[in-house]
Each structure stands twice: as C-alpha cells, then as structure tokens.
C-alpha cells in the first residue's frame, strides 16, 4: 500500500507541476489555450476516436462485399474489443515504464515518451528494435493511406485531374503537419475531425438508404477465401489505429485517466462504421467489390450540387460535393497523426526533439514526407494497401507486440507484486489476463497474419498485375472525350477534315 501510494503522487505530483506551469495569464493566451493546447480526457477520446475510424470508413463498405453482411458485422464487433484490449495493455505498460523512471527523477517535460521507449525501458534494447521498426513501418504507410485517401476523394468530387496529380496536390498541403508541435496542439482538430467523420458516416447510411437498392442488387459474398479473409484485415486495420496511443496518453495531464478511453472511442466509432458499412453494401452489394472507396457509387444530384453551391461560398475553394469538406479537411488531420509519431523519432534520430525553436523542428521534418509522397504515387490501390498494412504490420504492431510484451514484463512474482496497475477482477486477475493476451497472440497470429496476409498480398499483388505501379488514375470510371477534329484553317490542302466515322472516343 505505501508503494502505490508513492507511485500515485509521483504520477499525479508531476502532472498537477505541468499543468500549473502552462496556466494562461492573459485573454490571448487563454484562447490560445482553448483551442491549441489540450491535455484532458476528452482530449484524449477525441484524438483516439477521430483517428480511429478515417483510415477505413470509405472502404468498409467494401469489406462488407467481401465478408458479407453477417460476418462484417461480427468482426467490426469483435476487433473492437480486441482492439480496446491492446489499447489498454499499451497504457498499463507505458504507465509502468513511467513511474520507474519518475522514480529515477526521470524528467519528460521537454521530451515525448513513444512506444519503442516504454519496450526498451521494460524489456531491453532487443524488443524496442522490434517495436521501432514495426511501428514506423506501420506509421509510414499509415501516412501513405492517408495521402492515397485525399487523392481517392478529392477525384470523385473534381475529376479534371486525375488521382496521381491529387496525390501530388495532397502531398504539398499535408507537409504543413510538420508545424504541428505535438498532439497537445491537436484539441480543435481533433473535435472537428470527429465532427466531419460523423457527419460523412451518416451521410453515407442516408443517402444509401433514401437512393435505395440499385436494379439487380446482388448480396453474394463471402464467396472466396481471398476476398473473406481480406476484408478481415481490412476491418483488424479498423480497429488498429492505436499505433499512436503512448504519444496520446503522454499529452495527457493524467494518462492514468486514459486506461477506458479507448473502449469508449471505439463504441462510439462503431455507431458511425456499422450503420454506415451496413447501408451503402444493402444499396450496392457486390458492385461495391469493384469500388474499394464508397463515394464512386453515389449519384451526382441537384441537391447535392445545391449544397456545393453553399460549400463554395463558404470556403472560397473549389468543392463539388457536400461530404466532401469533411473528408477534405479530415485526412489532413489524421495524416498528422499518423505521421506526427515519425516526426518525433526522427527528430530524436537527428537530435533535434529538444529544439525550442518551431521552424528548426519543422524544417527538420521535412524529410519525412518525402518517401511517404513517394509510396503513394508508387501503391495508389485505395482499399487493398489497408488489408496489406493491416495484416503485415498492424497485427503485430498493435495486437501481438502488445500482448507478449505485458506478458513477459510481468512474468515474475515480483514484477506482479510491485506492478502500478493491478489486473481488475473482472478480467480473472493475472490468469485471466495472461489467458486473454495469449488467445489475442494466437488469433491475430493465425487468423490475422496467416490468412489475412496470404490473402492481402494475393490480392496485392493482383492491384499490380491489373494496374501496375504509379498507375495514373487507379479505379477511375472511364470517361468517353470526343476528339474533335482541328479548325479548317489548320488543316493544309492535301488532307481532308476527318468525317465524323474516324471520331473516336478516348477512355480516361
């Protein structure tokens, strides 16, 4: 009991030192405070749901067309709570780490605890290798996700310009993330990303079902194992999102607070994936399995251009669509998350993650976005790269790394003796936790791994027999351009105008 309660007041003593320390003294920095400098626990379940569910809202419609509806259901239900599970493991061992080295009169107030460290602190320098490269690689092309997504979107609101030249567009605007200090300064971004997600999710689910089923809707799926076991990693990518958690939980005042958070993220993000998956694959069944992002199939309409009409006044920018600010502003937001963890490992790399100075830092970062732009251009297969990042990596990264590190840091008495959060009894103590993390070790390893990564990659790599590298406009629909013929005074005197049987139609 004396031990615990040591460790509660280091825990609560540091932070209550921090939160003093950043009390505005004026109005400006109030406001600046309000909307810029978050560390609360609604900070938190923001952060957490608003870049849970943008990796895959667009595609889970798609999943569904594989898995068909029962089963992408039950695994959105049941990844859930797997996912909530690891998030949890993640904060009980970032927790631990902390309070060691707080008792060692560690001080982190100018530096940002991330997930390697906790494994190199608990377990030793061999599993934070592991972790580091599982986890950068994880965030990489969760970034490069990000990125093919605002090209994706962006195409079915103006398609003038073809993906490949929005991913470039895309790739400019997504560097200023690199001026985002940390995920304190993400407070109004985070609360209006999950405002823009919520509003795109059930405007998916009501404009699925007000527009109704299309003629000869056909529900056939599962129908191979391929698309059955990658629209599953699809939906383990979902709820994998939590590769960002310790750098979430350091911004916190009090990251003991943070341990439910996560759960109550994802029931909430479930009340956006469910009803919306469910819907637009009711309306569109199997044509959805051509169409990995939902927006391709939804109707132009008066209303729709009405509201783009409002938009464009509004923001002063070229919109065509009403869900399209959302989606628009959002990936930008979860490109910074994503990518913000990166920023920090290689600033520690460069030893620039004490700079003060917010230019230093940001020019430092640079570097960063350029392969991130580059593995965009070169894999723009909206939906399967999901399915591949999440069985590869996310599986480990998030699922396997987590459950046998909280096994081995606990395998002793003495460590379960002395450990700062004690299993609650809802979960069966240490056995039943212990149980837990080995069903999660084995079921992602097998299931999420094995199947899931034989059948990503076979589909992968059918994305690049199909459509080949830096394809120009991956799963654009074709667009007939009539080639006119030129203006008679550019025509010379020995050819003829073409008659109208030599015009022919060009696809995009």
């Not at 004026?26 to 749901?49: E, L, N, R, T």
């Not at 001080?107 to 592991?130: A, P, S, T």
Request: hydrophobic share 45%; with cysteine; charged share 10%.
């Amino acid at each position: 009991m004396a031990t615990e309660k040591v460790v509660e007041t280091v825990l609560v003593g540091n932070y209550v030192e921090m939160e003093t320390e950043g009390k505005p003294k004026d109005i400006k920095a109030s406001v600046s405070k309000f909307f810029w400098h978050g560390g609360s626990a609604y900070d938190a379940w923001f952060s957490c749901a608003s870049n849970q569910v943008a990796q895959v809202l667009l595609t889970l419609p798609y999943s569904f067309s594989q898995l068909g509806m029962l089963s992408g259901i039950l695994f959105q239900l049941f990844y859930g709570l797997l996912g909530s599970w690891t998030a949890y493991l993640i904060s009980i061992l970032y927790l631990e780490y902390r309070t060691r080295k707080e008792r060692e009169k560690a001080d982190f107030r100018n530096h940002v605890i991330q997930w390697f460290e906790v494994l190199d602190g608990l377990l030793g320098k061999h599993w934070r290798n592991v972790g580091l490269a599982f986890n950068c690689t994880f965030l990489l092309f969760g970034s490069v996700i990000q990125l093919i997504a605002c090209a994706s979107n962006i195409y079915y609101i103006n398609d003038n310009l073809d993906k490949r030249t929005w991913t470039y567009i895309f790739g400019a605007c997504c560097a200023t993330t690199v001026f985002i200090p940390s995920f304190h300064n993400y407070r109004i971004w985070s609360f209006l990303g999950l405002i823009m997600t919520t509003y795109t999710a059930w405007y998916l689910t009501i404009a699925s079902l007000l527009h109704g089923q299309v003629e000869g809707v056909k529900h056939s799926g599962p129908a191979k194992l391929v698309l059955y076991f990658t629209g599953a990693t699809n939906i383990l990518y979902t709820f994998g999102g939590h590769a960002v958690t310790v750098e979430i939980m350091h911004a916190m005042w009090k990251p003991q607070k943070f341990k439910a958070i996560y759960l109550l993220a994802t029931v909430y993000v479930l009340t956006l994936t469910l009803p919306s998956a469910a819907a637009v694959y009711w309306a569109f069944g199997d044509q959805l399995l051509n169409h990995s992002n939902a927006f391709a199939l939804f109707p132009r309409s008066h209303m729709r251009d009405m509201a783009v009409v409002l938009m464009l006044i509004h923001q002063a920018c070229t919109l065509d669509t009403p869900f399209q600010l959302p989606q628009r502003h959002y990936y930008f937001i979860t490109f910074g998350f994503a990518c913000t963890p990166l920023y920090f490992v290689w600033e520690k790399a460069i030893g620039m993650h004490e700079c003060k100075s917010l230019c230093k830092r940001a020019a430092a970062r640079l570097p960063v976005v350029i392969p991130i732009w580059f593995l965009a251009i070169i894999f723009p297969f909206f939906g399967p790269i999901n399915s591949t990042v999440g069985s590869l990596l996310v599986s480990f990264t998030v699922y396997i790394i987590p459950a046998l590190a909280h096994i081995f840091t606990f395998k002793s008495a003495a460590a379960r003796e002395n450990a700062v959060e004690q299993p609650s009894k809802y979960f069966g103590g240490w056995a039943g936790t212990y149980t837990i993390n080995v069903f999660v070790v084995v079921w992602v390893l097998v299931v999420g791994f094995g199947f899931g990564g034989w059948a990503s990659v076979t589909n992968f790599v059918h994305q690049i027999d199909t459509f080949g590298l830096f394809t120009k406009c991956y799963q654009c629909p074709p667009q007939q351009q009539q080639l006119l013929p030129p203006p008679p005074h550019l025509l010379n005197t020995t050819a003829h105008a073409p008659s109208p049987s030599s015009i022919h139609y060009l696809h995009h």
